[in-house]
T-cell receptor, first 111, second 112 residues
């Protein structure tokens, strides 16, 4: 079993739809959690950190469930520009070298 | 603000050749990383440097060496390139781990 698992998709949704991605992790010692966005043939860019209390940034909401060891990303009112691959990242014990990336979930938003 | 700058952006090597990928960051970050990304896969850590003067192996270090030249610069060297090292290489830096990392634009390396 991979340390960090994501549904690869692809998720194909119409503009304006709400879409949610989940990411599960296997190590209960994990401390920091992030969502990154990666456009085709580009570098990953930090989208948001994920906190125990949940956090929201505009149309994006991230949640952490430590008991079930998963994080989620909810995108409301999808835009064409949201089309990308979303990477889940889990870091253990605050150690710089212990970040594990998921393989990513691909989202395509269609007109 | 340049952020993280990698050079070169593209490179083709013959099997057995060597090369060094350069990375520099201007955000005064302590930690720097080298990742590789293969098609359809997530990023895998090659080496990292938690702070100036230290380097450590990541998940896939074989065939690579690194140098943390100073706080700004972290280079990755392939001593004898192999086709299995064909990949996209990303350099990244971070301040505190909890704040996430910032990535360079990547180096697309093909070994023939």
């Amino acid at each position: 079993r991979k340390e960090v698992e994501q549904d690869p998709g692809p998720f194909n949704v119409p503009e304006g739809a709400t879409v949610a991605f989940n990411c599960t992790y296997s190590n209960s010692a994990s401390q920091s959690f992030f969502w990154y966005r990666q456009d085709c043939r580009k570098e990953p860019k930090l989208l948001m950190s994920v906190y125990s209390s949940g956090n929201e940034d505009g149309r994006f909401t991230a949640q952490l469930n430590r008991a079930s060891q998963y994080i989620s990303l909810l995108i409301r009112d999808s835009k064409l520009s949201d089309s990308a691959t979303y990477l889940c990242v889990v870091t253990k014990n605050g150690n710089a070298g212990k970040s594990t990336f998921g393989d990513g979930t691909t989202l395509t938003v269609k007109p | 603000n340049a952020g993280v700058t990698q050079t070169p952006k593209f490179q083709v090597l013959k099997t057995g050749q060597s090369m060094t990928l350069q990375c520099a960051q201007d955000m005064n970050h302590n930690s720097m990383y080298w990742y590789r990304q293969d098609p359809g896969m997530g990023l895998r850590l090659i080496y990292y440097s938690a702070s100036e003067g230290t380097t450590d192996k990541g998940e896939v270090p074989n065939g690579y060496n690194v140098s943390r030249l100073n706080k700004r610069e972290f280079s990755l060297r392939l001593e004898s390139a192999a086709p299995s090292q064909t990949s996209v290489y990303f350099c990244a830096s971070s301040d505190l781990v909890a704040f996430g990392a910032f990535f360079g634009q990547g180096t697309r390396l093909t070994v023939v």
